[in-house]
């Protein structure tokens, strides 16, 4: 949705490529620490990413991802 790479993702998130490549490689279950999540969570958000919650308003009605309206 970014058109990012992982090495971009790590530098907008101050995490290490070797990190980010270690959670998308975790398969169902993403291992990490919860520093390391939310900076990540954060730097999608702050690129335009709007994630999804169980339970929030989606007018495709279901949890995901989706680009925010009205981004820069």
């Given at each position: 949705?970014?058109?990012?790479?992982?090495?971009?993702?790590?530098?907008?998130?101050?995490?290490s490529?070797?990190?980010?490549?270690?959670?998308?490689?975790?398969?169902?279950r993403?291992?990490?620490?919860?520093?390391?999540?939310?900076?990540?969570?954060?730097?999608?958000?702050?690129?335009?990413?709007?994630?999804?919650?169980?339970?929030?308003?989606s007018?495709?009605?279901?949890?995901?991802?989706?680009?925010?309206?009205?981004?820069?």
């Amino acid at each position: 949705m970014l058109d990012i790479d992982q090495r971009r993702l790590a530098e907008l998130a101050g995490v290490s490529l070797a990190t980010v490549q270690r959670m998308e490689a975790s398969g169902d279950r993403v291992r990490g620490s919860l520093d390391t999540m939310t900076r990540i969570v954060e730097a999608l958000e702050a690129a335009g990413i709007e994630l999804i919650g169980e339970g929030r308003a989606s007018l495709e009605g279901g949890r995901g991802v989706r680009l925010k309206t009205g981004r820069a």
